[in-house]
């Protein structure tokens, strides 16, 4: 690295990792690319925030509980309150599984682990938008896409596809082949039932292939009949319940033919014979290369980082962590120029580090999350939440972002010296202008203030 | 990042109401656009036309939003989430022998009778991909394929009207496609205003010298503040006079959900806003959706109103994408289309005298399956409906040709055939508002449009 180590070391923390906690950067300072390196862990995974949280399955339950109760009040007569339900549900425990999150991106050590995860989350977004989802999107992170980070991306692509939460979220869990007994069965109960193309399409237009790989809506079809049968687990079926569950009833027979290639497997292994090749295909390697530079590096990534990434999914079937590697020791992503604008997330979280707090309640985090447009797991579209700087700089977050920042600069400096807490949060990239600016300020909180909206720290 | 020339500022001082209000907020820096003077003399009446583009995002399914229930094939082809005839519990309500408007949309019916709101039944964008993102890119960006380029066709149009002519404004906490480019546009979405420190935009400014995408935003961010105070004032002022708005007289300002994810059923989206308060606020906030939905939009018609205020704005509202029990008269649907009915109704009012001078156009991004899907919902189709609304409007039918869904008749035998482009809608709308030249619209505002011709007849 040609770089001065004082400046490698604050790129290191704050563009990926999730910005500096006092004494960070130097800690990083002796090794910046091995203080990187040694937070990839293959084989283990991503932190957790909660160990020992509950699980998708139990979330599935206990909203299917609430459905039971439900009906069984509406049968009685009774007046259901479904706003106190919803209640408990999302600000208990979805609030719950957010917050326990944040305080893990305020508090790690390994920040650049953190980032890389929470990459992978929003790759695989399932959003709370649906009250059915609302409490899953936890323990979707948890179970499908924390231990695979570092593994393979095939199998990372297998866990999601598979969840209940995201089998809910893209409504794979109803799509029934429609010459199949179930569906037979079904509609002779008076019940629709049919297919339902929608984690099919998301697969290979958001998390494999990507919308110009040229595959057809037949494709698109074919495909979604090869996952008919991906489903969960019912009330009454025991160790099943609320668990991913492959019906045979409901899988449509037969050879299916997606993107020019013919699959004879009979049942589940259709559709991981099709998300094997889907895996494996150039076209979800540049997919993956361009959002991986994109989100470390530049909303207009350099090709040539694009190109060093790809070559490494490519030569290592799609080995995360490999990945991971290549982009750490990648010239192109230490540009000194920083240039990513901080979403939401990354502001709020990158200030608690800075001021060396964690949120303690969830509307700590919520109110402004919500204010900002980024609420708290509610990505608004499978898309996931956005990466460009025009969609997040727009004028009115700029006013939001600098009324939060007095805020947390009057609740928590308890007279620590700004210039101080300038110089842990940015180290080498502090620019003069700024640095004298908050030596001018008229208060300490208002020289905090002036930190976190100064355009370095807004900028990765 | 675009390098286009800061529009001239104004002092505060030529500002004759809103004086007090802008030099309250105590910012040392100049306000843009407030009081400026936007047309020329030689432009007469264009100076007070006002055009709202409403985008309802997920694809919204056309044939819920104005049924056909005339149509001999609607009924069948739709099964379990037809909506009923005219005159039937939780029917249409009728625009002519084929059309109706779906029952939770009263106040559209209501300009309707008056010749204030037209449909559109059979419009589509060129793309045909049904793909959300790649169909919301072509619908903003106004090229003939998704990611052609990376500012949105309106912010293009307020270019060739001569950079700072007329003011446009979005509505949401981030900036959407549409509105991006070379034209600074303003964002405004309700919350708390700019903070205490009244030193702090100044110094910010300062140090945002260099950083020409911050700066924008900040300068145009504290001068959307001090309008919106104006804005909610005369909001408020305008639904109590309407005398069907109780509770509108709270205080100025008061936080609503957020215009860009209505989620009325989805209670996962309102997580952190419900969190304000504890339990009273989020029991305040879903069933406020209504009240709160006609306050955003007479807020936003307060802004377009003020003297130099925008003329322009992008409004977007998510949750469309109903592949799943997205239910008939009732369900989830009708309630996005009710949150909908009910900010247009908040508009209307709102603008007072000026609706005479307004036209609004809600679009989607592409519609959905004719035929009722296996889980009672709709897959992603091609052509639906926009809604045509304005005192600007001329009376008339409805926009294009019904080309019936007919054996035959349907796209790929699946889809509401198109029949209209919407470029050319929106062509027709910014001629008849705005007079924007014919050559600039088929080559700059829509590239490669010049087959595509403005509609007529729309604007009286």
Not at chain 1, 151 to 165: E, I, T
Not at chain 1, 329 to 336: K, N
Not at chain 2, 194 to 203: E, K, N
Not at chain 2, 258 to 284: H, I, K
Request: with cysteine.
């Amino acid at each position: 690295m040609a770089l001065d180590r004082n400046l490698a070391a604050a790129i290191a923390v704050t563009r990926f990792g999730l910005g500096a906690k006092p004494g960070e950067i130097l800690v990083a300072r002796d090794d910046p690319e091995a203080w990187l390196l040694a937070q990839v862990r293959p084989g283990v995974g991503a932190d957790q925030p909660q160990p020992g949280a509950a699980t998708s399955a139990e979330r599935v339950q206990q909203f299917r509980d609430y459905q039971k109760e439900k009906q069984a009040a509406k049968a009685a007569g009774e007046t259901f309150d479904p706003v106190k339900f919803a209640r408990r549900l999302i600000i208990g425990d979805a609030g719950a599984d957010f917050l326990a999150r944040a305080k893990l991106a305020a508090t790690t050590d390994a920040d650049f682990r953190e980032r890389w995860t929470l990459f992978w989350c929003n790759h695989f977004t399932v959003s709370a938008i649906k009250l059915q989802t609302a409490t899953l999107v936890g323990p979707f992170e948890q179970e499908a896409i924390r231990p695979h980070v570092f593994g393979r991306f095939g199998d990372m692509l297998v866990a999601s596809s598979s969840h209940p939460g995201m089998l809910l979220y893209l409504d794979q869990a109803q799509s029934v082949g429609p010459d199949t007994m179930a569906a037979a069965f079904l509609s002779r109960g008076g019940k629709q039932a049919g297919l339902n193309e929608n984690l099919a399409r998301e697969i290979m237009e958001l998390h494999t292939v990507g919308v110009d790989a040229g595959y057809t809506q037949a494709d698109v079809t074919e495909f979604a009949r090869a996952m008919t049968g991906w489903s969960i687990g019912g009330l009454r079926e025991g160790d099943d319940a609320g668990k991913f569950k492959f019906r045979p009833a409901a899988h449509e027979g037969g050879a299916r033919t997606v993107m020019g290639k013919r699959y004879a497997q009979d049942g589940m292994d259709q559709a991981l014979a099709v998300m094997k090749d889907l895996a494996a295909s150039p076209h979800t390697a540049n997919h993956i290369a361009v959002k991986l530079a994109r989100h470390f590096v530049a909303d207009d990534p350099p090709p040539a980082l694009v190109a060093k990434l790809q070559h490494t999914y490519l030569g290592t079937g799609g080995d995360l962590g490999e990945l991971a590697k290549t982009l750490v020791m990648a010239p192109e992503a230490w540009s000194p120029q920083p240039v990513k604008f901080k979403t939401p997330y990354e502001f709020v979280v990158s200030s608690w580090r800075a001021a060396d707090i964690a949120p303690q309640t969830l509307p700590d985090i919520g109110q402004i999350l919500n204010a900002l447009g980024q609420k708290p797991f509610s990505a608004p579209s499978p898309k996931g939440w956005a990466e460009e700087a025009e969609v997040w700089c727009a004028p009115d977050a700029v006013i939001k972002r600098m009324a939060w920042a007095q805020d947390l600069a009057a609740k928590v400096l308890n007279g620590r010296d700004p210039g101080q807490l300038a110089q842990d949060a940015l180290g080498a990239r502090l620019t003069p202008l700024v640095a004298k600016a908050i030596s001018r300020a008229e208060t300490r909180e208002e020289g905090l203030a002036i930190l976190l909206m100064s355009p370095e720290f807004q900028r990765r | 990042m675009s390098n286009a020339p800061t529009p001239p500022a104004l002092s505060l001082a030529s500002l004759s109401r809103r004086q007090a209000l802008a030099g309250a907020l105590g910012v040392g820096i100049s306000v843009e656009f407030l009081g400026r003077k936007a047309f020329a003399a030689a432009d007469g009446a264009m100076e007070t036309r006002k055009l709202v583009v409403v985008i309802c995002r997920g694809g919204m399914d056309g044939l819920s939003v104005s049924p056909p229930v005339g149509d001999p094939n609607y009924a069948a082809l739709r099964g379990s989430i037809a909506i009923p005839g005219f005159d039937q519990p939780g029917g249409a309500l009728r625009l002519d022998g084929t059309f109706g408007l779906h029952p939770a949309l009263p106040s559209v019916h209501r300009l309707a009778l008056k010749g204030e709101a037209r449909i559109a039944p059979a419009l589509a964008s060129p793309d045909r991909a049904r793909s959300h993102f790649e169909a919301q890119d072509v619908l903003e960006n106004g090229a003939t394929a998704a990611y052609g380029t990376d500012s949105g066709w309106l912010n293009r149009a307020l270019q060739v009207m001569g950079p700072g002519k007329v003011k446009a404004i979005s509505v949401g906490a981030t900036a959407p496609l549409i509105l991006r480019g070379g034209v600074e546009a303003a964002s405004w979405s309700p919350g708390p205003g700019a903070g205490r420190d009244t030193r702090l935009p100044g110094i910010l400014q300062d140090l945002y010298a260099n950083d020409p995408m911050l700066s924008r935003a900040l300068a145009s961010g504290l001068a959307t503040e001090a309008m919106a105070k104006v804005a909610n004032a005369d909001a408020t002022a305008a639904l109590t006079d309407a005398g069907d708005m109780p509770g509108a007289t709270g205080p100025a300002g008061a936080p609503a959900p957020a215009m860009t994810a209505p989620a009325m059923n989805a209670p996962g989206a309102e997580m952190a806003g419900a969190t304000n308060a504890g339990g009273p606020a989020l029991q305040a906030t879903l069933r406020q959706g209504l009240p709160a939905a006609r306050k955003l939009g007479a807020t936003l018609a307060g802004f377009m109103i003020q003297p130099g205020g925008p003329q322009v704005a992008a409004v977007s509202i998510d949750g469309f994408d109903t592949h799943a029990n997205q239910g008939a008269s009732q369900g989830q649907l009708a309630t996005r289309l009710a949150y909908l009915d009910a900010a247009l109704d908040g508009l209307a009012e709102g603008m007072g005298p000026a609706w005479k001078d307004t036209a609004v156009v809600v679009v989607t991004e592409f519609g959905r399956t004719a035929r009722v899907n296996g889980t009672a919902g709709t897959d992603h189709g091609t052509a639906s409906t926009a809604l045509l609304l304005g005192g600007a409007l001329k009376r008339g039918g409805i926009v294009g040709d019904w080309p019936t869904l007919a054996q035959g008749r349907l796209f790929e035998d699946r889809d509401t055939a198109p029949t209209i482009d919407m470029r050319g809608l929106f062509k027709g709308l910014l001629v008849a508002q705005f007079g924007v030249d014919r050559r600039a619209l088929d080559t700059v505002v829509f590239p490669d449009s010049a087959a595509v011709a403005p509609a007529e007849g729309i604007i009286a």
